[in-house]
T-cell receptor, first 110, second 114 residues
Framework: GQSLEQPSEVTAVEGAIVQINCTYQTSGFYGLSWYQQHDGGAPTFLSYNGLDGLEETGRFSSFLSRSDSYGYLLLQELQMKDSASYFCAVPNTGGFKTIFGAGTRLFVKA | NAGVTQTPKFQVLKTGQSMTLQCAQDMNHEYMSWYRQDPGMGLRLIHYSVGAGITDQGEVPNGYNVSRSTTEDFPLRLLSAAPSQTSVYFC?????????????FGEGSWLTVV
């Protein structure tokens, strides 16, 4: 089976850096993805790590350590619009069955 | 480009009623899925399909049926609605090998069963 754990809530101030962690247990591993969801909206893809290391996309970065079954999403220069829920997700073999973590609600304060 | 389109956006059902949530995608994606989202529980996979004519169960399939007669369409049927099925439903599609199988979601369907 597959399971993912991430914190339920994180609070940070505007302009700061925040890290959202995700640990996973899977029978096989085919990468770790991150999705963002604003209230009332649909989840949207942020990043994907198939190999160990850091992937950077603008203010967002994602890190993966396969040996530790661990990854994180790093958000820099936080803005109010970053207030949202963030989900880590892992696909199964073939990628047609993706399981999501319960999500981390990020509150950005002025 | 419409992406993934699902209807209706809002629906209220009485216990025992049946209904179908419609989902269509125009990206020619092989994979399609239905998720439900409840507070504090993230997205849970209901059913998925790897191509026309092929469907399988996800994490929480009970009370739901699906079919995939075409690549584009993947309707979700509630046969006899129960209050426990009050949730937000998301249809999604993806294609193998694209950036970790990036999933594209529809805008969601808010279902209330009374």
């Amino acid at each position: 089976g597959q399971s993912l754990e991430q914190p339920s809530e994180v609070t940070a101030v505007e302009g700061a850096i925040v890290q959202i962690n995700c640990t996973y247990q899977t029978s096989g591993f085919y990468g770790l993805s991150w999705y963002q969801q604003h209230d009332g909206g649909a989840p949207t893809f942020l990043s994907y790590n198939g190999l160990d290391g850091l992937e950077e996309t603008g203010r967002f970065s994602s890190f993966l350590s396969r040996s530790d079954s661990y990854g994180y999403l790093l958000l820099q220069e936080l803005q109010m619009k970053d207030s949202a829920s963030y989900f880590c997700a892992v696909p199964n073999t073939g990628g047609f069955k993706t399981i999501f973590g319960a999500g981390t609600r990020l509150f950005v304060k002025a | 480009n419409a992406g993934v389109t699902q209807t209706p956006k809002f629906q209220v059902l009485k216990t025992g009623q049946s209904m179908t949530l419609q989902c269509a995608q125009d990206m020619n994606h092989e994979y399609m899925s239905w998720y439900r989202q409840d507070p504090g529980m993230g997205l849970r996979l209901i059913h998925y399909s790897v191509g026309a004519g092929i469907t399988d169960q996800g994490e929480v399939p009970n009370g739901y049926n699906v079919s995939r007669s075409t690549t584009e369409d993947f309707p979700l049927r509630l046969l006899s609605a129960a209050p426990s099925q009050t949730s937000v439903y998301f249809c999604a599609s993806s294609s193998p090998g694209t950036n970790g199988n990036t999933i594209y979601f529809g805008e969601g369907s808010w279902l209330t069963v009374v």
